[in-house]
């Protein structure tokens, strides 16, 4: 009987790609995926550590094993992902969960099939953690499971040490692939059939900054949207302090870009902006906006933003509001500001008390969730091009996404998936849409 895996993922979309890889490798083995837990020969935990609840969730899981474990003690069960590459974290994690059986970090998942075939020679656990990255390894074979979308890391790694983020830390310094190969794996997607791609990197502006690549993102951004064929493409994430005229000269050439741009600017007060190391002002923010409303009237803004960050006062959160409105974007990730052991930003001594911090997430989410439904509002009565993701057993209904990242479900067949079909929006509830197909 053919083996079978499970993967557990935590965290971001460069988590979920590198699950695809992961699974990959295993499919490789031989291993076949089972949704199952119960089901599986490994469980792979795919782990975060951006805020302190990405950590206790997977502890939670990973902590539930320890009966199954007892049950089955063929069952092999690995940890990956970017806790592991914290200081000291495996300790901890040995020590919490002793039937943990593979160790790996996030700049040596191409050892995994290696360290599972060690694993399955010797009783003792197998640890391979590296520390440093190392020269990038090209994964060929990734078993992508989001059709029609698919995700194509540009850069690993980043140099930006932002005060509050661990990332530089677990990830290692900003490395770029080779254009030729991200060109290629491109081509490969679209004449496989895919119709999203997104460009991947912790700061995808930077790309090549360190000479190495030959091309700038700008140029890389404007060689990808050239390849022939019916697709679109995103990129994320962009740091303002990098995001320039030269991108938004490319997206105009190539309305395969979308004219949504995922900019995260984490506060709206110059002097919390400073205390996070972001290195550009709320001023050069909104200039950035301002150009990108000015050549696409019809652009849409997401972003990241972090309440409660050491020393933010009543005045500074309630820039950070006026600068939502004055955005007025389609939608943004909320975050209470979270102390990472080894940041610049944990060691501060005017740390937030959690009652503050409640305070504004919530009234920071309400003021978001208004714009969006203001949004939706405005949707009804158009028509509009999307691209079919997903078909919803229970609503018996098919979801789509416009260009603009917005979820609408409608009645179509499960074959729509990866077809971009027009609907006239009949309904909004919330943040999600209902639509009805038009005949072209
Ligand atoms: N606490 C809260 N949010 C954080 N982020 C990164 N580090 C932290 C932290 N320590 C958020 C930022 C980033 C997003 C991916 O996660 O907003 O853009
Ligand atoms: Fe973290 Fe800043 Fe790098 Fe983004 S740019 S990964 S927030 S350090």
Known sequence: MQQKYHIVTYGCQMNVHESEKIAGILQE??????????????????????????????????????????????????????????KGKTDVLKKKFPFIDIMFGTLNLEQLGELILRKKSQKKKVIEIREKEGEIVEFTNAYRTSYPNAWVNIMYGCNNFCSYCIVPYVRGRERSRKPEHIIAEVKGLVEAGYKEITLLGQNVNSYGSDGSTGMTFAQLLDAVASIEGNFRLRFMTSHPKDFNKDVVDVMEKHRKIMRLVHLPVQSGSNTILKAMNRRYTREKYLEEIQMLKERFPEVEVTTDIIVGFPGETEEDYLQTEALVKEVDYASAFTFVYSPRQGTKAAEMENQIPEDVQKDRIMRLVELVNSLTRQKSEKYVGKTIEILCEDYDEKKDLCMGRDEFGRMVYFKSAKESIGQFVKLKITRANGISLYGERVEE
């Open 29 to 86: 083995m031989g291993y076949v995926s089972t949704d199952q837990k119960e089901d599986a020969d490994i469980i792979v935990f795919n782990t975060c550590c951006i805020r302190e609840n990405a950590e206790n969730h997977a502890f939670g899981n990973i902590g539930a094993l320890k009966k199954l474990k007892r049950e089955k003690p063929n069952l092999l069960i690995a940890v990956g992902g970017c806790m592991t590459q914290e």
